[in-house]
């Protein structure tokens, strides 16, 4: 079993709908959850982060967070094109040091 | 430029030479971090480190590869007699603090010919 797993996708969504991207972590005592999105060719972007269980807005974004079912996701509300990347889950772990453990990636596409 | 920079963006080098990748941290920062990214594969960590310590070096290579983050000047990821399996984009990430949000630089590519 992968320490954080992803759906790789293509996600299509069409535009103005909502894009909801999944992430499950292994782990049970991992305790940071990081969402970060990566355009082709260029280094991964911060988007969001979520510490404790529930939701966490900003903006179109929205961050999930169930440690009881080990689940994290990211919603985006009206997508737009400009959305259209790959999406990384990334975990601390519980025993490891600063170090981020990333899934393999879900590719978003948003079709005008 | 207040974010991290890493240079050079790009770098070829022929099999057997080395290679030296720097990174300069977000103004602030003291914590460093490399990730590797193979063509059609994840991020993968592969050290950690803080000014003039290594804390984590759980993901590098047995041979070849150092890292280092001297008290002045950028980090360095040195790769020693590069062989083909070592091209990839290198990402650098500093934070404020262990376990804090990480912000990545733009990236080198590395292409071994």
């Known amino acids: 079993q992968k320490e954080v797993e992803q759906n790789s996708g293509p996600l299509s969504v069409p535009e103005g709908a909502i894009a909801s991207l999944n992430c499950t972590y292994s782990?049970?005592?991992?305790?940071?959850f990081f969402w970060y999105r990566q355009y082709s060719g260029k280094s991964p972007e911060l988007i969001m982060f979520i510490y404790s269980n529930g939701d966490k807005e900003d903006g179109r974004f929205t961050a999930q967070l169930n440690k009881a079912s080990q689940y994290v996701s990211l919603l985006i509300r009206d997508s737009q094109p400009s959305d259209s990347a790959t999406y990384l889950c990334a975990v601390h772990g519980s025993s490891n040091t600063g170090k981020l453990i990333f899934g393999q990636g879900t590719t978003l596409q948003v079709k005008p | 430029n207040a974010g991290v920079m890493q240079n050079p963006r790009h770098l070829v080098r022929r099999r057997g030479q080395e290679a030296r990748l720097r990174c300069s941290p977000m103004k602030g920062h003291s914590h460093v971090y490399w990730y590797r990214q193979l063509p059609e594969e994840g991020l993968k960590f592969m050290v950690y480190?803080?000014?003039?310590?290594?804390?984590?070096e759980s993901g590098m290579p047995k041979e070849r590869f150092s890292a280092e983050f001297p008290k002045e000047g950028p980090s360095i990821l040195r790769i020693q007699q590069v062989v083909r399996g070592d091209s990839a984009a290198y990402f650098c990430a500093s934070s404020e603090r262990e376990r804090a949000e990480q912000f990545f630089g733009p990236g080198t590519r590395l292409t071994v010919l």
């Open positions: 480190l803080q000014k003039e310590n290594i804390i984590d």
């Open positions: 782990d049970r005592g991992s305790q940071s």
